[in-house]
């Protein structure tokens, strides 16, 4: 583990791109998804990319290889949706365990490849680790502004089996992301603290937010200021911000708790704003432009991107960040 702390503290680390936009390019169909195990299956599975570790495990290990080959010190776990809430969808809960342990263990043989191969740049492994598709902090019935379709317990119980299948599966950092609703995200923190007890282990945590419009905040309200501040309670490896926005507009926000914690900063953004068609048009080479004035203001610890990234601009990430050192932690949690 003392691993990711020294490189840390030696260089910018960059995270991988997006696993959504690179499993699209596959056009995988119905019958890709199911594989032969799940060919008779009653659930419609497309769409289920979790359920590719399974299915389709040569694809997941082919996109961590493109990240690592285009300069990702690290890649997150194909199991962002991998809790028994989101899993609901495919009437697939059962599988939870076996998702993400074995996401996980793909992801770490390839990152032991490769580290193998450069034994001075060590590749480590994060398991992803999404925020459902329910929120504890609101009413999704606008006629019933005291109901909640999802309790902070059943959320520290479905995160609790995804957090034990990836550290059993090998992930070297536990990756909180896409935070909507800090609620949802201290169920998480708190299901993981769970299992770093039971198991005596201690494991890096990032946590990323998300901003999901110009108001500056989180969906459940809170600004970028206040969001770190109801996290800082637990030991994180870095706090950051993730998706919704492009590089540009997410570095307000960057510049907001950089000044104010002694955590890593982590940032991986969206390739710009969508499209009319929900397609990402942003450039390696601007994306790139962009996250280069995080670096000139010495915002950064840990760089990578959201939707609509891909290796390329992974890429033109590394080439930049390796130009620059990394913010300096002052009191770096281990």
Same mark, same amino acid.
């Given at each position: 583990? /003392?691993?990711?702390?020294?490189? =840390?503290?030696?260089?910018?680390?960059?995270?991988?791109?997006?696993?959504?936009?690179?499993?699209?390019?596959?056009?995988?169909?119905?019958?890709?998804?199911?594989?032969?195990?799940?060919?008779?299956?009653?659930? +419609?599975?497309?769409?289920?990319?979790?359920?590719?570790?399974?299915?389709? #495990?040569?694809?997941?290990?082919?996109?961590?290889?493109?990240?690592?080959?285009?300069?990702?010190?690290?890649?997150?776990?194909?199991?962002?949706?991998? *809790? %028994?809430?989101?899993?609901?969808?495919?009437?697939?809960?059962?599988?939870?365990?076996?998702?993400?342990?074995?996401?996980?263990?793909?992801?770490?043989? $390839?990152?032991?490849?490769?580290?193998?191969?450069?034994?001075?740049? #060590?590749?480590?492994?994060?398991?992803?680790?999404?925020?459902?598709?329910?929120?504890?902090?609101?009413?999704?019935?606008?006629?019933? +502004?005291?109901?909640?379709?999802?309790?902070?317990?059943?959320?520290?119980?479905?995160?609790?089996?995804?957090? *034990?299948?990836?550290?059993?599966?090998?992930?070297?950092? =536990?990756? $909180? !992301? %896409? $935070?909507?609703?800090?609620?949802?995200?201290?169920?998480?923190?708190?299901?993981?603290?769970? $299992?770093?007890?039971?198991? /005596?282990?201690?494991? #890096?945590?990032?946590?990323?937010?998300?901003?999901?419009?110009?108001?500056?905040?989180? =969906?459940?309200?809170? *600004?970028?200021?206040?969001?770190?501040?109801?996290? /800082?309670?637990? +030991?994180?490896?870095?706090?950051?911000?993730?998706?919704?926005?492009?590089?540009?507009?997410?570095?307000?926000?960057?510049?907001?708790?950089?000044?104010?914690?002694?955590?890593?900063?982590?940032?991986?953004?969206?390739?710009?704003?969508?499209?009319?068609?929900?397609?990402?048009?942003?450039?390696? !080479?601007?994306?790139?432009?962009?996250?280069?004035?995080?670096?000139?203001?010495?915002?950064?610890?840990?760089?990578?991107?959201?939707?609509?990234?891909? #290796?390329?601009?992974?890429?033109?990430?590394? %080439?930049?960040?390796?130009?620059?050192? +990394?913010?300096?932690?002052?009191? =770096?949690?281990?």
């Amino acid at each position: 583990m /003392s691993k990711i702390y020294q490189a =840390l503290q030696e260089r910018i680390l960059v995270l991988d791109g997006a696993m959504g936009t690179m499993l699209q390019q596959y056009n995988f169909s119905e019958a890709d998804f199911r594989g032969h195990r799940f060919k008779d299956y009653p659930s +419609p599975l497309k769409g289920n990319n979790d359920l590719l570790s399974l299915t389709q #495990p040569m694809a997941i290990a082919e996109i961590h290889q493109k990240y690592f080959e285009a300069g990702a010190d690290i890649v997150e776990t194909n199991t962002f949706s991998g *809790t %028994t809430i989101a899993m609901a969808d495919y009437n697939m809960e059962h599988l939870v365990y076996e998702l993400n342990y074995e996401s996980a263990k793909i992801a770490k043989e $390839v990152a032991i490849e490769f580290t193998n191969n450069e034994p001075n740049k #060590p590749r480590f492994v994060a398991g992803s680790i999404g925020p459902t598709n329910r929120t504890a902090s609101m009413s999704p019935d606008v006629n019933d +502004p005291g109901y909640r379709a999802v309790t902070f317990n059943e959320l520290r119980i479905a995160y609790k089996e995804q957090v *034990t299948a990836l550290v059993d599966g090998g992930i070297d950092i =536990l990756l $909180v !992301e %896409t $935070v909507f609703d800090t609620l949802n995200a201290k169920a998480a923190l708190f299901a993981i603290e769970e $299992v770093k007890e039971e198991k /005596s282990i201690d494991i #890096p945590i990032m946590l990323s937010g998300t901003i999901t419009d110009a108001s500056g905040r989180t =969906l459940s309200g809170q *600004t970028a200021e206040a969001f770190l501040i109801s996290v /800082s309670h637990i +030991p994180l490896l870095s706090v950051g911000f993730n998706c919704a926005l492009g590089a540009n507009l997410l570095q307000p926000h960057l510049e907001t708790i950089a000044t104010k914690t002694d955590f890593a900063i982590s940032a991986h953004p969206n390739a710009g704003l969508p499209n009319a068609f929900g397609e990402y048009d942003e450039s390696p !080479e601007e994306m790139g432009e962009q996250i280069e004035a995080y670096l000139k203001k010495d915002l950064i610890n840990i760089i990578g991107g959201c939707c609509g990234t891909t #290796p390329e601009h992974i890429k033109v990430i590394a %080439t930049i960040a390796s130009k620059y050192k +990394p913010r300096l932690i002052k009191k =770096l949690v281990q």
